[in-house]
Structure formats: structure tokens, C-alpha cells
């Protein structure tokens, strides 16, 4: 692509929506997967549909790869641009175009940020449910196309719950829509396919919210532990119940040590793991769950457990659960943060191999984990100036998605297959599977110009350096989860 063919997009758009610089370009390299880094070709912030149409179709008649990127959170490199591609950075496209209370939905742009989602409706009493802890930062565009998650997705259900309509550019070039703003839909269920796409199939223009009323109160339970195994039991125990709990997060004593000297928030002494157990729904139902809760807990073998007097124990209980990846940083100059998922019941047993991966690779692996749905987030510390740890912790990361694969597991929760993970789909998906999925593909995408070499095997890795934090974790605003 010569920059002749790039004057020819240039002349499409408004002035100054075209960035061919190298600094432009260097702030678009990376995303939350900091050890990877691409310069593309050049970046096209939008400010309305229509140029992100434009600019999407002109690819589409050039052949030119594109990537649509959100704020550039994602964890496996999904939003990293190749060098012959163009970003086309959505942040621009940040309207909530309505809240509707009485049919509890909203519908919004892409570059919307998910707390906003929130923020807009806690004027009705509603909330929009799935909260990725970057949620102060994300766009509702990565989420769909990453199917986001979050500690209160236990509950709720992930992203795909909560979208009811898409209105999207296909990279081809059209403009489908799918869904609608009725719960209820006839036919094959598009949105939920779009949903999780990683950006494969074109670019989400508008986006229909499912909205939920804000929980009358909450119950929230910390329980302290002397082995991981006898926190995860305790898990298998609640969920055994019936009871459905808002959600349940472990964290093990590494995480624990850097959360507390970030945050003092008074976990357990010696804890060898700690369990957070998080109630909501009406005050009626929640009086009658928290008895229930109590005696489970009480035929484990908890040695203390606290339970939240109020909003302020409450926060500060989170608070040490938010801040533990971030802190975890401070343990150690880099960090991977893995993420998989193993069938709830087999959690002790894939923490064992972990412990096990991480004494024979010598690198310390800290787990925190969404222990409720069995997905786990192993963050594997190590030190990059020194030859070979960040290969060695790669393939540390890489033992824990086989290890959830012949779990019967999944090489993803929440953060996506991205670029990280594409070599490890063939494992969970046998050829004919895999085969569909390139036809799904192929039909809103006929000529792999949408976020290629994502997902799927075999394209060029790009440059593997690390380069440390997001730097909007180095700044305090957002934490891992
Ligand atoms: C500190 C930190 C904490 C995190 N915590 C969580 C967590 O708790 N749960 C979780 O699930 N994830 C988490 N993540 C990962 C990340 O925030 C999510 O994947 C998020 O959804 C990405 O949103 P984004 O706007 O940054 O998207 P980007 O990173 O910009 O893009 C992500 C993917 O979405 C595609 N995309 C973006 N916009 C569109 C669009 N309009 N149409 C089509 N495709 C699009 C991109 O091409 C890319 O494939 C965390 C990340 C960080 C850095």
C-alpha cells in the first residue's frame, strides 16, 4: 500500500481524521498485552458512522487489513494492528443515544465506556450488569467482540446476556442489523454470534443494552483459609446449595501479601487463600440466603471469617480484591496475567499443577480467580532484564491453557483468543469445528482484511518486547482482574 493509495482515504474523510506520523502511529502498537507491539500502516479516528463506514468499505476496495479498536485494554493482543493495516479507533463514537427505563434497555455507540453505561442509568434505579474491572476504561464495542466478563458475572451472565441488538459494518462493506430492542427474537441468534467475534467480522456501529434494576442490598463475606484447596471446596459447597451468589473470587496468599501492603484491607492473618462470597437481590431474599450461607461456611474449614457491617467494610473488602493484580505488579518488574478456565470441580486439581508448573519453571505464579465459574487468572511474575524469563514465562502460560484444555476447560474466560492465544484454538476445536468457523468468517469477511491474525493459527507473530504495565495501571486508574 502506497501512500498514494492512502491520499485516496485521506480524500474521503474530513481533515485530520488520517494519521500517518510515527508518533500517531506508536500510540497504537500496543494494547493491554504490553509484550507485543505492531506499528500499522496509519490510524482513522472517526467521529460519526459514516466515516467509519467509509473508511471500512475503501479497505474492503483496497484490500487493506483494518482493526477496530476500542481503548485498547484487551489482554491477548487483540487489538494490536499489523503493519501493512489501519486502526480505525473508535473512542470518538462515544454517545448514549437513549436509556430507556420502561423497556430497561440502552442503546449506545461503540466508544461508549462501560461505567458510563451505569452511570446513565442509575438515574432510574438500573444498571448495565457486566463489570470487567477495567470497566472505568473499556469501550462497550471491546466488550461485545471480547464477550467481557467480570467478578459479578457469576450471576448475570457475560456480555452476550446483556446485548439484545447490533447494528454493524461487515467487512465487506454492509450494514446488517441484528436483534432489536425486544428481549425475544426469532431465528438464529446474530447478536450472540457477533458477540465474542474479536473483531472478525467488521465493526459494531450501535449497540442495544439489556438494563437491570440495581440490587436493594448486598451481603458480602470474606472467609480466610489455610490451603487453596479448602477455599475451593468451599466454593463447590455454595454452588452445591442452590445458593447463586452475586459472586465468588479466591485469592491466594502471594496476591494477598501485595494486596494488603497496597490497600491494608485486613485480610485474614495467614490466610493460604481467601474467599469472597457476595449476596445481592431484595432484603427479603437476601435475609433468608444469608442464613444459609453462614452454615455452609461454617462446615468448611474457614479459621475467621468477616462479614461486611456496611457500604464502607464492603468497599474496603473489594478493594483489596481490585487492587490485587495491580499490586502483585509492585512484587515483581513484569507480569503475564493467564487466562483460562477449568470445570468447577477440578479447580483444587489444576491450583496443585499450577504450583507444580511454576516450581519447575522457577517463576512464581500468584492466583486470583472468578472461583464461582471455575475461571482462573494465573499471574506469572517475572523479570524481563534477565535472558530468556519472558520466553520461559510464555511457556509457563502456555502449560496452564493445555493443562485447562485436557481439563475439559476453555483457553479463555473473558479476555479473548486475540493473538496470545490463536495457536492453542486447534487444541480445544477439532478440524471440521475449526473449518466452520473460517466459513463463518468468510461470509462477513471474504478477504481476511478484518483484525487479521487473530484467533486463528499460522499468521506472523509479531515482536515480542516487553515493555511493563498498561500505563493506566502505572497510573492507579484501572486493575486487573
Ligand atoms: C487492567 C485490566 C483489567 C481488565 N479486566 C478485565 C476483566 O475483569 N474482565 C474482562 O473480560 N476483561 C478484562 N480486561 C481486558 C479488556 O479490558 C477487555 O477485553 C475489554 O473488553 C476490551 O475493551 P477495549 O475497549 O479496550 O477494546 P480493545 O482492546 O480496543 O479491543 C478489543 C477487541 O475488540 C475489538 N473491537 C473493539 N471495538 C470494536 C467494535 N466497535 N466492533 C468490533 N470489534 C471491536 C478489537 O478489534 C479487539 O479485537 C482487562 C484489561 C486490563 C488492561
Known amino acids: ?152 458475572c457469576l450471576k448475570y451472565g457475560m456480555t452476550s446476556n446483556h446485548v439484545i441488538g447490533i447494528r454493524a459494518v461487515t467487512a465487506s462493506g454492509e450494514i446488517v442489523s441484528f436483534g432489536g430492542e425486544s428481549l425475544e427474537s426469532v431465528g438464529p441468534d446474530f447478536t450472540g454470534l457477533f458477540c465474542g467475534s474479536e473483531g472478525l467480522f467488521g465493526v459494531a456501529l450501535e449497540i442495544t443494552l439489556r438494563l437491570l434494576p440495581k440490587p436493594e442490598c448486598f451481603h458480602t463475606v470474606l472467609v480466610g483459609y489455610r490451603s487453596l484447596r479448602a477455599a475451593g471446596d468451599a466454593v463447590s459447597a455454595v454452588i452445591d446449595s442452590g445458593l447463586l451468589p452475586g459472586a465468588m473470587e479466591i485469592m491466594e496468599a502471594l496476591a494477598i501479601e501485595a494486596a494488603e501492603a497496597a490497600t491494608q484491607c485486613g485480610y485474614p492473618k495467614g490466610a493460604a487463600a481467601v474467599l469472597i462470597v457476595e449476596l445481592e437481590g431484595p432484603r427479603e431474599k437476601i435475609d433468608a440466603e444469608k442464613k444459609q450461607l453462614e452454615s455452609i461456611i461454617a462446615a468448611t474449614d474457614a479459621f475467621e471469617t468477616v462479614v461486611a457491617a456496611d457500604d464502607h467494610q464492603r468497599a474496603g473488602i473489594w478493594a483489596g480484591r481490585k487492587s490485587a493484580f495491580s499490586a502483585v505488579g509492585k512484587l515483581s518488574p513484569d507480569f503475564l496475567v493467564q487466562d483460562g478456565v477449568v470445570p468447577r470441580k477440578r479447580l483444587g486439581d489444576a491450583l496443585e499443577a499450577i504450583e507444580g508448573f511454576s516450581k519447575d519453571s522457577g517463576l512464581r505464579v500468584a ?48 479476555h479473548g483468543v486475540g493473538m496470545e492465544k490463536r495457536e492453542f484454538l486447534p487444541k480445544m476445536y477439532d478440524e471440521p469445528t475449526m473449518e466452520l468457523m473460517h466459513r463463518l468468517r468468510a461470509a462477513f469477511d471474504p478477504q481476511t482484511i478484518a483484525n487479521p491474525g487473530k484467533m486463528f493459527p499460522g499468521a506472523e507473530a509479531p515482536a515480542l518486547s516487553s515493555h511493563g504495565l498498561h500505563p493506566l495501571e502505572k497510573a492507579g486508574v484501572i486493575s486487573r482482574e
Open 367 to 414: 492466583n486470583v480467580f472468578h472461583a464461582g465459574d471455575g475461571n482462573l487468572h494465573p499471574l506469572i511474575l517475572f523479570d524481563d532484564s534477565v535472558d530468556g524469563e519472558l520466553e520461559r514465562a510464555e511457556t509457563l502460560a502456555g502449560k496452564i491453557l493445555d493443562l485447562c484444555v485436557q481439563m475439559g476447560g476453555s483457553i479463555t474466560g473473558e
Open 1 to 152: 500500500m502506497s501512500s498514494v493509495h492512502l491520499q485516496t482515504l485521506r480524500d474521503l474523510l474530513p481533515p485530520g481524521r488520517l494519521s500517518e506520523d510515527a508518533a500517531s502511529r506508536a500510540a497504537f502498537e500496543s494494547d493491554g498485552l504490553t509484550a507485543f507491539r505492531c506499528r500499522p500502516l496509519a490510524v482513522v479516528i472517526p467521529q460519526n458512522e459514516t466515516e467509519v463506514v467509509q473508511t471500512v468499505r475503501w479497505c474492503d476496495q483496497h484490500a487493506v487489513p483494518f482493526v477496530a479498536r476500542g481503548s485498547g485494554t484487551s489482554l491477548s493482543g487483540g487489538s494490536m494492528p499489523v503493519s501493512d493495516g489501519i486502526v480505525i479507533s473508535l473512542n470518538r463514537l462515544r454517545q448514549i443515544i437513549k436509556v430507556d427505563p420502561d423497556n430497561r434497555i440502552a442503546v449506545v455507540q461503540p466508544g461508549v465506556i462501560n461505567l458510563q453505561v451505569s452511570a446513565a442509568a442509575a438515574r432510574h434505579g438500573l444498571y448495565y450488569a457486566p463489570d470487567p474491572s477495567s470497566q472505568k476504561i473499556c469501550t462497550i464495542g471491546g466488550n461485545i467482540a471480547f464477550n467481557s466478563g467480570g467478578a459479578h
